[in-house]
């Protein structure tokens, strides 16, 4: 009997084994399933500043509803990389850079910001390394205070342009570029900037070539006499990047990813020509039509000249 029933566990004994190696191979991968589904779900809301006055903080319209380009394009980042992420805006009197970098260093109000990068930004934050606007960023076309238009038309080199004062926000890195190069600046709060520039406190306002065409649209009427000059643009490298806190490291890897997914795609110049506050520029202002005057931007980190190589439209 005992030799008979030797034998039979002798004849089950690989189908044992086998089904004892497939149960655990099945578990453990339920449980890792169970784990990344839990570590996505725990990982923190990516939390941006919203100014106060916005449609949104007033209560005008759900966050859904919102849209800034910079937004948006952190949503589709976002949805391309880790859609169970939220993104959550809190609502603030909206903080100059100065102050934005400190409440990243910070962290337990906002974890992301978008602004133009430093060497100190990249140093003490953690930056996605893909240019939000394609390195059209640096390049900027000018705002005029009113009765300079013909004279502004006859530039035709850098030190031409050096004739002319320039206004600058508050802790802004285009305004230690520009006066590294050697222009006279007036700096300023940006929701005062484009009176200053009707009031002729300085010469010319620049702007970011993807912004210009939109934001003179709405300056104007609180700024009467100013201009675009499409025709004349200084460049230098500089990007703008979403940073995100030193305390959340994996939301900056999730918003890299996602960038460079769009990048690939062709969605961020698509939406770039597609969003009101962008699409008015390359709609109006082709880009090749353009006198470039070029200049240095000796701040710029390596990493960041990589980035424009690989991203820049300018470049």
């Known amino acids: 009997m005992l030799a008979a029933f030797t034998l039979v566990f002798l004849c089950l004994l690989p189908a044992i084994s086998a089904l004892a190696h497939t149960l655990p191979s099945h578990t453990n991968k339920a449980d890792l399933r169970h784990r990344n589904h839990t570590h996505a779900k725990t990982l923190p809301d990516i939390r941006v500043p919203m100014d106060t006055t916005s449609q949104y903080c007033k209560g005008e319209i759900t966050w859904d509803k919102y849209s800034e380009y910079h937004i948006e394009l952190l949503r589709l980042s976002v949805k391309l990389a880790a859609p169970d992420i939220n993104i959550t805006p809190v609502c603030m009197d909206y903080p100059t850079e100065a102050r934005r970098v400190s409440l990243l260093l910070e962290g337990s109000q906002i974890n992301t910001v978008f602004f133009g990068t430093t060497p100190e930004r990249e140093e003490l934050l953690l930056p996605a390394y893909v ?7 640096g390049l900027r076309l000018f705002m005029l205070r009113p009765g300079i238009g013909t004279e502004f038309s006859l530039i035709k080199t850098l030190e031409d342009l050096h004739r002319y004062s320039m206004g600058q926000g508050l802790g802004w890195p285009d305004s230690e570029i520009l006066i590294n190069n050697g222009f006279n600046v007036i700096l300023g709060r940006y929701k005062t900037l484009h009176r200053m520039l009707s009031a002729q406190r300085f010469d010319l306002y620049p702007r970011a070539y993807w912004q210009i065409a ?13 201009t675009i000059h499409p025709g004349i643009a200084l460049y230098y490298p500089q990007p703008i990047y979403f940073f995100v806190s030193p305390h959340y490291p994996e939301l900056r890897d999730i918003i890299e990813r996602g960038l460079i997914k769009a990048h690939s795609q062709g969605l961020i110049l698509d939406l770039l020509k597609s969003h009101p506050e962008t699409a008015p520029s390359f709609q109006q202002i082709p880009i090749q039509d353009i006198q470039i005057l070029r200049m240095q931007n000796a701040l710029l980190p390596r990493k960041s000249q990589d980035a424009m190589q690989k991203y820049g439209l300018v470049d």
């Open 214 to 226: 939109w934001e003179w649209e709405w300056m104007r009427e609180q700024a009467p006499g100013i």
């Open 131 to 137: 240019p939000l606007y394609l390195g059209t960023t």
